[in-house]
């Protein structure tokens, strides 16, 4: 039967997106189940809050190194192959953090397994911008990232049956389900084509990427401001994450039922926030919707502190998941300021690196916690995402909006695409 050139790119981007919503979905398990567990970790260890922090921190720290190195590993060898490397690894490793007996050990395997954490987003990032048309790729990137909140409600509502029942060893073996959607995006998700096509000119120079390459006149500032955006909105995240199930437990005397629910409605927001500011992406401006989601987003994370009644309570988590979405509109920004020979490198990097430095949060709100109480540093972390706005106000245009023409690309063939000019057609 044959399939034509149209079918067979729907088809690929289906998968493509299909293959990194699962892959997502996991990391975000294997991100949040540390935080759901580590009540429980504390308590039979009998740790600090401070050393408590440093898991965290660790977890963030490996981040950041894996998402460079899995950046330029992506530009260099492919999308794909980092992709399901990198999910593999840190799926095996969370699942095998069922089995540590000490803080030391935990820790280091935790800073392992968040390289392979931070591997997932560049090449996750250049295949969805790579894989969908222009006028659809804020949809693609909501869709996929809603996977993110989605993974975080099923943890949550696992954790109900499992912690109780069987402790948190029991909660980290949920690693090993990631092997499944490594294997997927094994056998079912291609290369992408952009990246080949590109690869294919620049072939007989065999010309290794450089990180000097996003550091150049043109992309600087892109990469400086872009990994301070990332860097405020993971801090102002992981910050909270890491410590909320901590502060419902202590300083509110929730339930653990009564914790899981209210990270359930958080992530409904999540999900919620992913899917409609994708559909406002592809409408208005990425740095004003980013704006404004920053400066809501921050504004309402004191009511979490505030509030007392555990049903406004639940209801005040669901707004700020809406808010803190900003992903989408991020990810499809942080896509549109690189061209496609650094894109993986340029995004990876923003993003984790963003990401790595922000591992200074968990610790540090664990110091101020000791010092005054978890819900200070909960606020502290609201008035640096607002701070987000501001530095949205300097972003520079994409590159196509500065250029005249989409140097982003798209799967699709070449000649198709009118924003091409025939030089580059013709190779």
């Known amino acids: 039967m044959h399939i034509s050139d149209n079918d067979k790119g729907h088809i690929y981007k289906w998968r493509v997106l299909i293959g990194c919503f699962f892959s997502y979905m996991f990391d975000a398990l294997d991100m949040i189940v540390l935080s759901i567990s580590l009540p ?6 009998k740790l600090s809050l401070t050393d408590a922090g440093l898991i965290g921190t660790a977890t963030l720290i490996g981040v950041g190194f894996g998402g460079i190195l899995a950046g330029w590993i992506a530009d260099n060898y492919g999308r794909k192959k980092v992709l399901y490397f990198c999910l593999a690894m840190f799926s095996l490793l969370t699942g095998s953090l069922a089995f540590t007996h000490s803080w030391a050990q935990l820790t280091t395997l935790r800073f392992i397994a968040g390289l392979g954490l931070g591997g997932v987003w560049g090449p996750m990032a250049a295949l969805i911008n790579e894989a969908w048309p222009p006028h659809q790729r804020g949809r693609a990137s909501g869709a996929l ?10 943890t949550a509502l696992a954790s109900q049956i499992i912690l109780p029942a069987y402790g948190w060893r029991a909660m980290f073996m949920l690693g090993f389900l990631g092997l499944i959607p490594s294997f997927y995006v094994y056998f ?44 405020i909105n993971a801090a102002s995240y992981w ?56 400066l809501m987003g921050g504004t309402f994370v004191s ?26 509109p991020m990810m499809t920004y942080f896509s549109s300021i690189f061209p496609t020979r650094v894109r993986a490198l340029g995004v990876g990097t923003c993003f984790n690196v963003g990401r790595g430095i922000s591992a200074l949060a968990p610790v540090t709100l664990g110091a101020i916690a000791t010092k005054y109480d978890i819900g200070t540093g909960i606020m502290v972390c609201g008035a640096l995402f607002a701070c987000g706005a501001v530095v949205c106000a300097f972003l520079p245009k994409p590159l196509e909006s500065v250029a005249g023409e989409d140097i982003r690309e798209t799967s699709f063939s070449m000649k198709e695409c009118p924003m091409v000019s025939k030089t580059e057609q013709q190779g």
């Open 303 to 328: 009511s979490i502190v505030i509030i007392r009644d555990i049903t406004i309570l639940s209801f005040s988590g669901f707004i700020v998941g809406l808010f803190y979405s900003v992903g989408t």
């Open 188 to 231: 079912f998700v291609p290369e992408s084509d952009t990246w080949k096509e590109q690869k294919k000119k620049s072939g007989s120079r065999k010309e290794k990427i450089s990180i000097a390459e996003i550091l150049a006149p043109g992309l600087i500032k892109g990469t400086i401001l872009g990994t301070m955006i990332a860097l």
């Open 40 to 45: 429980f970790i504390i308590k039979e260890w």
């Open 145 to 154: 990232l809603s996977s993110f909140p989605l993974g975080v409600i099923i």
């Open 239 to 294: 910050g909270i994450a890491v410590w909320l199930p901590t502060f419902l437990l202590e300083e509110r005397g929730m339930e653990v039922a009564q914790m899981a629910s209210f990270i359930t409605y958080q992530n409904i927001g999540y999900l919620l926030g992913f899917l409609v500011s994708g559909y406002l992406k592809d409408k208005i401006n990425d740095r004003l919707l980013m704006g404004i989601m920053f």
